[in-house]
């Protein structure tokens, strides 16, 4: 495992705490500082439209399901539409691991489809529990379902079949 992928994994999970620990401003200024670090020094050509789609892929899913009565926010911070911004800010931070950190893993579709769906409602549940948010009772299950999915068709369009790169030389 190369230093680049453990500065990924380590920046993901730092971005991680400080957006669900810390306010939106807090969670804003550690990723802008993430992923422009990220974009300088790591990044594959064109990365950027990785991070900006799972951005607006982060407000369709989770604010779809805020608005159908999922998540339950005690704090008023800054908002973009329906959803906190500290929560909005966790799919771009996501994004940037998956030609890196993760990328080993979209070798295993059933493995990848485990850990999405594992990995994703557990982060959901145990985010929830240290920011104050209240989840409906259907929330972990759908959110499981959701990173599922979405890990599934990572490893479709990521995985050897594919013939792309996974893991940077270095």
Excluded at 7 to 31: E, P, Y
Excluded at 115 to 136: N, P, T
Excluded at 145 to 164: E, K, N
């Amino acid at each position: 495992m190369s230093w680049r992928v453990l500065v990924n994994l380590a920046g993901f999970q730092l971005g991680w705490l400080v957006c669900v620990l810390g306010s939106s401003l807090a969670g804003l200024l550690a990723t802008l500082v993430l992923l422009s670090a990220h974009l300088r020094w790591l990044a594959l050509p064109g990365e950027w439209r990785l991070l900006a789609g799972f951005a607006g892929l982060g407000l369709l899913v989770d604010g779809g399901l805020t608005l159908a009565g999922g998540f339950h926010f005690a704090d008023t911070g800054w908002h973009l539409g329906p959803l906190p911004l500290w929560l909005w800010l966790l799919w771009p931070l996501f994004a940037s691991t998956i030609r890196h950190g993760l990328a080993w893993l979209w070798r295993y579709p059933r493995l990848a489809m485990l850990g999405g769906a594992c990995g994703g409602a557990l982060s959901y549940f145990s985010g929830a529990r240290l920011a104050d948010v209240a989840l409906a009772p259907w929330l972990v299950p759908a959110e499981a379902v959701v990173w599922l999915l979405v890990c599934y068709a990572l490893a479709r369009h990521l995985g050897p079949a594919r013939g792309h790169p996974h893991e940077p030389q270095g």
